[in-house]
């Protein structure tokens, strides 16, 4: 499916130069001369590289045709996750590269998303928000609160977020697993 390059959004899959790109990163820039455009990372799901290219806001991209079906993430051992689909009970497991750092926000039952192209699992699509439990984070200094500082917290599965100075060890929040960053405390 033809899509305009000002559509071009974070998580889409594209097919760009015989190959599958999902996009990492978009701006959308419009100079005072010259027309706009779209300045876009990309990552190959088969190759493992990385791209950046700029496209005409008047340019069209190829969107890849997905089917995207929904599963329950079961466990994990050294090299695979496994996952469940829960209407029809299959089982398929995908290897821990797919999902990179972001597989340590996989808890046991989280729905996902998979999107498959031509029977092939390519990548799992994460909710865009999950709680949390703070382990530790450091202590907030007196006078910090004036500026919008944030400061380094680890959460309960091991990833390094930034969150508000009000935030201590032991509190529950919801961060974004889109961007890594915080949303709010529960």
């Not at 097919?15 to 706009?36: C, F, I, M, R």
């Not at 996750?81 to 597989?103: A, H, R, T, V, W």
């Not at 400061?151 to 935030?167: C, E």
């Amino acid at each position: 499916m033809k899509i305009n390059a000002t559509e071009i959004r974070i998580g889409m899959i594209l097919e760009y130069k015989n190959d599958l790109w999902e996009v990492l990163k978009t701006n959308h820039v419009k100079p005072g001369k010259g027309g706009a455009f779209a300045q876009v990372e990309m990552k190959s799901l088969t190759k493992n590289t990385k791209l950046n290219e700029r496209f005409r806001s008047s340019e069209t991209v190829e969107k890849a045709s997905l089917e995207e079906v929904k599963h329950n993430f079961l466990y994990s051992d050294e090299k695979d996750y496994y996952f469940m689909n829960p209407k029809s009970f299959e089982q398929i497991n995908l290897n821990k590269n797919i999902l990179g750092d972001k597989g340590k926000i996989l808890t046991e039952d989280i729905e996902v998303i998979i999107n498959f192209h031509d029977d092939k699992p390519l990548n799992v699509v994460l909710p865009n928000q999950v709680s949390c439990k703070v382990m530790t984070t450091d202590a907030a200094l007196k006078g910090q609160t004036v500026s919008s500082s944030y400061k380094p917290a680890i959460l309960d599965n091991d990833i390094n977020i930034q969150v508000p100075p009000f935030i201590e060890s032991g509190d529950t929040i919801v961060f974004d697993t889109r961007t890594m960053e915080y949303i709010r405390k529960i």
